[in-house]
């Protein structure tokens, strides 16, 4: 089956500093990759859509300046979180999507991000 | 307005019983897709089973079996023969829009707990 992965698998950085997760697709090519968040005990939340080559499409009320999403290639995207702040700490999950018929999405494992 | 609807926090059955999680949807496209998934302590997220609106039958996938009632805009998950390793978090989301364009809408999740 499709594999996503993340990485790191969790990361701890302190207050105002940056921190990059990258979202893989290791065995096939993924045009659309979403990123969620989910903090503690909730749902998954849709933070934006990433296609390749072009901007991510974010949802409503969440910073594009501060979540900086990079969808470089066609298995590779990752989010950035900028000036991060402990309100930030959350986990974090990528999915990636097929093309072609089926648009199926899979999940990658989740990135724990605490900020101090 | 909710677009996915999860009314149960958590749920405590016996091993080996079934046990059934619900789930109605809103949505006035005629096209559309439902989809369950368990999230274990670990924050994976595991595919279960997946309904599309214009399927004729109830999806079926090993012990999971999805009870799709259309007109009631429902989706309840059915577990059979319930085992200690279902405890976890299930979701049920809807996928909105087409193709590429797509997305999926999760549900406040429903909590499974499975007692020996």
């Known amino acids: 089956g499709a594999v996503v992965s993340q990485h790191p698998s969790w990361v701890i950085c302190k207050s105002g500093t940056s921190v990059k997760i990258e979202c893989r697709s290791l065995?096939?090519?993924?045009?659309?990759m979403f990123w969620y968040r989910q903090f503690p005990k909730q749902s998954l939340m849709l933070m934006a859509t990433?296609?390749?080559?072009?901007?991510?499409?974010?949802e409503q009320g969440v910073e594009k300046d501060k979540f900086l999403i990079n969808h470089a290639s066609l298995t590779l995207s990752t989010l950035t979180v900028t000036s991060a702040h402990p309100e930030d700490s959350s986990f974090y999950i990528c999915?990636?999507?097929?093309?072609?018929?089926?648009?199926?999405?899979?999940f990658g494992p989740g990135t724990r991000l605490t900020v101090t | 307005a909710q677009k996915i609807t999860q009314t149960q926090p958590g749920m405590f059955v016996q091993e080996k019983e079934a046990v059934t999680l619900d789930c109605t949807y809103d949505?006035?496209?005629?096209?559309?897709?439902l989809f369950w998934y368990k999230q274990p302590s670990s924050g994976e997220m595991i595919f279960l089973i997946y309904?599309?609106?214009?399927?004729?039958q109830n999806a079926t996938e090993g012990r999971y079996s999805l009870n799709f009632q259309k007109a009631r805009k429902s989706a309840n998950l059915v577990i059979s023969a319930s085992q200690l390793g279902d405890s976890a978090m299930y979701f049920c989301?809807?996928?909105?829009?087409?193709?590429?364009?797509?997305?999926?809408?999760f549900g406040q999740g429903t909590r499974l707990t499975i007692n020996p």
């Open positions: 989301a809807m996928r909105e829009g087409l193709g590429g364009a797509q997305k999926l809408v």
């Open positions: 999915s990636a999507m097929t093309s072609g018929v089926s648009y199926e999405q899979y």
């Open positions: 065995d096939f090519q993924a045009t659309t």
């Open positions: 990433s296609n390749e080559g072009s901007k991510a499409t974010y």
């Open positions: 949505t006035s496209d005629p096209s559309y897709g």
């Open positions: 309904q599309g609106s214009y399927d004729q």
